[in-house]
């Protein structure tokens, strides 16, 4: 292992402690943490995975809608009644409901963030302790292995063969070779070797604690759904502007009516333009998502990440870790051209003890073969995901010095090699087989592995993760595409792949034989299911060629390899025990490594999105016909037909209540794109029936009726109308019928009948159907509106397909 030396000093400010007794750095000491703390030198960029309680109430209550509602809400309480107030009060519950669900999500997310926080190791007093991130000072000697995260910026201290990639910051594909000396930013990461390195900015100073920061906020940006809600809100507020404006003429200025009553008749009118619930509902199904998720012990660290499963239609596993579980065992040991065995055992040994950070595979060697003590190693090459392999050099026992390699046979025995066959048989069978070779060479020249002398074949066993033969299968059930992309032998990964039914399995293809033309990759990738000899740089080809074929794309993985994938796939999913690197760039971290929880993120996202779409079609129905009658009402110079207090009524029974329940229930169907245009298909059509339909039940009703009593009777025929219009929309978003979703639409029509015939309630609502004619006509009315709705909205499924 190569050390800095002694003297060199790296901060002029705080030096490198001077080596302990076995040649090490021994790091700070607890009288200097303390008095670096004390100087505030810590690393305390706050890492939040939820917004503050304040951010939280601000977005709920300081909203456009709230202020226009609230406005509106003040002079009604000079001028109306009540009953005619309630839309404020509606309001009031929903901001309510946002907060208290929000401040449920934050603190489902603090908990599981503090539960998957990476915990980087520092050298203090010559003692290696694991401590917060933000725990460390400036000055502290911070170790480093393969698949850490480095966390602050700081100089290398030590390095043994120590390889950083800082692709994720300065686009560089290659890993950087890193010697004592040289400078590590935060927000790369170890690919192979170890070492430590001086903490020499902290904080906000730090090259990547912004973008950490940002990264790991609780977020509903770049988000498809939210952005056309707010496209759709955009378009709304321009629409009332002049509606308003002509309502408030109309009503106050043209009609020589009483005053209060106009303001009431005017206020009426504007409210329900607004879709205040249908943001509060998008907030509270998100917020809910992350709770149930959290209860599965899944971290959602970006919001977003929600929806971008429901629209998932490739999933990449990695197959080691994901399929299979993290440890392995040796079953066999099959000495090659006629070397002892005994002495091959003494060399595996050698080689367990010369890696501080083995792999799975290094570990099941190191349990089956303990270490000889006579054997030294002068010189230690680690593994590497793009070398396949790894070796050592040692001082035997007895004067003799050589150098071994340990990694997969095809990469390093040339083709045709007899072994070859062998190997091919255990592959075919799922084991996975490590070659022990010596090499002539030095270790340190690149060409070490040409040439090498095949020892020994080790046959390790790997354990399927039980649960990954039914994870498959419901990806398959729900129409999403598996591929297996692994670094591994690839008949070895085909057979795993058979021994869990994955269809394809038995075409695995050779990662090394793929195209590099990204079409033609794309092609391949379409066409087949198991890949196996994939490089780091291979699996992010491999994503984007998906991507460029339309597909969104979701990437397991829990190794370092997986980590550039995991950035570009469209949703990266990383497993708790994976390394603090692929932690740190997935959106969904599975703390109970549960490859089983997959299926159930994947059905929270496509809940929460296939019923967002589903409601918010009430909602704009709502804000479309709203629009139009008051339009209606300015070019006809007539009253407005509603109180505030009716369509509190209306809004409640037919989009309200039911949309909460709707918003919450099951749906499996994946989330399709164009979310304005799939929405609006639908709102346009609906609203404007209903408003010609409602408007034309109103001067029925208008010139039906004289005398005393006359427009309560002509709002109630009008209500009549459009609540029976709005209900066949209910009954239309909720299909497929269940017993509840039936039942939900028949409890609100029995509770507007009960509105309608109970006399308490009647003189609350100001509604009294008089007589039989308009009644019946305004029944008759809304029979054709529905007729018509049901046709419009078959005939847009069938022109404008989604």
């Not at 505030?40 to 960029?45: F, L, P, S, T």
């Not at 005053?259 to 005017?266: C, D, E, G, L, R």
Request: hydrophobic share 45%; aromatic share 6%; charged share 20%.
């Amino acid at each position: 292992m190569t050390h800095i030396d002694a003297g060199a000093e790296l901060d002029p400010v705080h030096p490198v402690p001077p080596p302990g007794p076995g040649g090490k750095a021994t790091g700070l000491t607890a009288a200097e943490v303390a008095e670096r703390v004390a100087r505030g030198e810590v690393n305390d960029v706050p890492v939040r995975s939820s917004r503050s309680m304040g951010e939280i109430v601000r977005a709920n209550v300081f909203t456009r809608f709230n202020l226009i509602i609230g406005v509106l809400w003040v002079i009604m309480m000079f001028v109306a009644p009540f009953q005619d107030t309630a839309f404020g009060y509606v309001i009031l519950a929903n901001t309510g409901i946002g907060i208290i669900q929000e401040w449920r999500a934050k603190k489902t997310l603090d908990n599981l963030a503090v539960i998957g926080e990476a915990k980087p190791t520092v050298r203090r007093d010559g003692k290696a302790v694991e401590v917060s991130t933000s725990e460390i000072v400036l000055g502290d000697l911070i170790e480093i292995g393969p698949g850490d995260k480095i966390v602050v910026d700081g100089a290398t201290v030590e390095a043994d063969s120590l390889e950083i990639d800082e692709s994720l910051l300065t686009g560089e594909a290659d890993p950087v070779i890193k010697k004592p000396g040289d400078p590590v930013m935060s927000g790369s990461f170890v690919v192979a070797g170890g070492g430590a390195f001086q903490a020499t900015k902290v904080g906000r100073e730090a090259y990547a604690a912004q973008l950490a920061e940002e990264a790991s906020r609780f977020t509903l940006v770049h988000s498809e759904l939210r952005s056309g809600i707010s496209t759709i809100l955009k378009y709304v507020t321009w629409l009332m502007i002049p509606t308003s404006i002509g309502l408030v003429i109309s009503q106050l200025v043209v009609k020589d009516d009483n005053f209060k009553q106009s303001i009431a008749y005017t206020v009426g009118g504007i409210v329900p333009m607004i879709p205040e619930g249908l943001v509060l509902l998008t907030s509270v199904a998100f917020a809910i998502g992350v709770i149930r998720l959290g209860r599965k012990q899944c971290l959602v660290q970006e919001l977003p990440a929600i929806e971008g499963l429901a629209r998932v239609d490739t999933v990449c596993l990695d197959k080691t870790g994901t399929l299979t579980e993290g440890g392995m065992d040796v079953t066999e040991l099959r000495p090659l051209n006629r070397e002892d065995e005994t002495y091959v055992r003494k060399v595996l040994g050698a080689l367990g003890e010369s890696d501080p950070r083995p792999n799975a595979s290094l570990q099941a060697i190191i349990d089956a073969y303990p270490d000889s003590e006579e054997w030294r190693c002068t010189e230690s090459l680690p593994f590497s995901s793009a070398r396949k392999y790894s070796g050592a050099s040692f001082s035997e026992g007895d004067g003799e010095n050589s150098t071994w390699l340990l990694g997969a046979p095809d990469v390093l025995l040339p083709a045709g090699d007899p072994a070859l066959a062998e190997i091919e048989s255990l592959n075919q069978q799922g084991l996975r087989v490590l070659l022990l070779a010596r090499s002539e060479k030095e270790l340190d020249d690149p060409a070490v592995a040409e040439g090498a002398h095949a020892a020994a074949l080790v046959v390790l066993e790997q354990r399927l993760r039980p649960d990954a033969a039914d994870t498959l299968r419901y990806f398959k059930d729900q129409d999403v595409h598996a591929k297996v992309i692994s670094g591994d032998n690839a008949v070895s990964v085909g057979a795993v792949a058979g021994k869990l039914n994955l269809p394809g399995a038995e075409n695995t293809v050779d990662a090394r034989t793929l195209p590099k033309d990204q079409a033609e990759m794309a092609k391949v990738l379409d066409d087949n299911a198991v890949f196996g000899r994939v490089t780091p740089q291979q699996k992010r080809d491999m994503v984007g060629a998906l991507q460029s074929k339309g597909h969104t794309v979701a990437m397991t993985g829990d190794g370092v390899n997986d980590v550039l994938a995991l950035k570009d796939a469209d949703i990266g999913v990383s497993m708790g025990s994976g390394s603090e690197a692929t932690r740190a760039v997935a959106q969904i971290v599975l703390l109970n490594n549960s490859f089983s929880t997959l299926p159930s993120v994947v059905a929270e996202g496509r809940r929460v999105i296939g019923n967002i779409t589903r409601v918010a079609t009430l909602f704009l129905v709502k804000t479309v016909y709203s629009v139009l009658l008051a339009l209606l009402v300015v070019c006809t110079q007539v009253e407005y037909l509603f109180l505030p207090r009716h369509l509190t009524l209306l809004s409640t029974l037919t989009i309200g209540i039911p949309a909460f329940f709707l918003a919450l229930a099951p749906n499996k169907e994946r989330a399709k794109p164009h979310f304005v245009k799939r929405v609006m298909r639908y709102a346009l059509p609906g609203g404007a029936i209903a408003a010609v339909a409602t408007f034309a039940t109103y001067l029925l009703a208008r010139h039906h009726y004289v005398g005393e009593g006359a427009r309560e009777a002509e709002t109630s025929a009008a209500t009549l109308t459009l609540f029976l219009i709005a209900m066949w929309v209910l009954a239309i978003i909720a299909r497929p019928y269940t017993w509840w979703r039936i039942a939900l639409i028949a409890t609100m029509g029995f509770a507007f009948m009960l509105v309608m015939v109970v006399p308490w309630l009647q003189d609350f609502f100001q509604l009294r159907l008089v007589g039989t004619t308009m009644p019946w006509a305004a029944v008759g009315v809304a029979v054709v509106a529905a007729a018509g709705v049901e046709f419009a909205f078959r005939w847009v499924d069938r022109k404008f397909p989604a």
